[in-house]
């Protein structure tokens, strides 16, 4: 059993994460990257900075990681999400995700990504090639109430 | 009472600080640190249901507040 | 656009397949990875020989890695089917795909490896610790008339 | 007229060769070549209709092949 998630403040190395979840007992792995893009919503960017609420953060992204793992019978998979300033290619998130068969892994990997899109207390602020940068309220806009979701 | 609000990202600018000490003269909702929140100039950045976190756990807006707790609003999250 | 598949007889660099799909157009990458697994239906497996019918197998590969680039608004994809002998472990097939958005990345994905389990002309025969060893009919079995489906 | 059956893993096993060249008086259908091949020695290990491709591409059992094709007889398949 290796379940591991990480809010980090460096590079994410994918392949080191792609062999700490390697075991004989799996057949599959499926690894997610979220990368800085070039272009949101139309406007041409150039980097983002990644902020969070740490410790709820941290805590979080465990909680989601623990889920994953008894939704899907995961015992092998590793999380980091990066904070601070990115530039346009660099990964802001690695999800890795082991399973003997296929299908458990793409659903865990799938499951993590939209739980972080939706809770996971962090933020972005975009950089624009004019020199400007904007808050990005990027997909999962939580709306009041959506605390008890969460929770159900 | 006083609880400590910990605001982020574009709440955090609008208010012009990251954490503030709120005083209650007697117990308090999650509502009502809100409320008091918004009262504040640059409050109204703030929704009047935001997303908030009473010590690291998401709480409704109903729930009591006790001393020296961290009330954390919770900006639309932008993770991933 | 960098599309590419390939039969290969060597160990699979996924981490060089993760950085060839790298293009700051991409906010989302996915990757798969078959591995040889220590159990199959219960039993102990030693390796896995994978054999191909080469020719037919390259051309089916890259007709895979075409429809889903068409299927999926795909840019940049990578995939490498591993033939010869393989022991525990071992990466038996890799697929990355890289795309703006996670939804059709994932999808994506998955197409390929669904479509390279029904129809991709590679054989597997699995040794075990008995010392034997067995053609594995594995997933999809191809039915008689099943070669209408792939044309349609 | 001669075409080239191409066998595979068990098939290949079964009937001792992985190529075989097979003659026919006249004309002949993918299914005639398969007939052929389960009179052999040890081609009951193929099924009646099994999947087939003539050079390259998957074809139906009524297709007709034409002298120098290459007709593989594709076992279950099991990649990934």
Known sequence: MSIRSAIVRRAIDVAALLAEVQETANGATVAFVGHVREVNDGR?????EY???GEMA??????IA????????IAHLAIEHRLGTLTLGEASIAIVVAHAHRAPAYE????????????LPIWKREGYVDG????????????????????? | MTVTALLFASYAEALGS?????????????????AQLRALPGGAALPPSPLVAVNLTYARADQRVANGDEVAIIPPVAGG
């Open chain 1, 44 to 48: 041409a960017v150039t980097g983002i």
């Open chain 1, 51 to 53: 902020s969070a609420y």
């Open chain 1, 58 to 63: 941290e805590r979080e992204l465990a909680a």
């Open chain 1, 66 to 73: 623990s889920e994953c793992a008894s939704a899907y019978g």
């Open chain 1, 108 to 119: 865990a990997s799938r499951f993590i990504i939209e739980e972080v899109k939706r809770r």
């Open chain 1, 132 to 152: 400007s940068s904007e808050w990005v309220n990027a997909s999962g806009v939580p709306q009041a109430g959506a605390a008890q979701e969460h929770r159900t």
């Open chain 2, 18 to 34: 990251d954490r503030l000490e709120l005083a209650f003269p007697g117990s308090a909702t999650v509502g009502e640190v809100v």
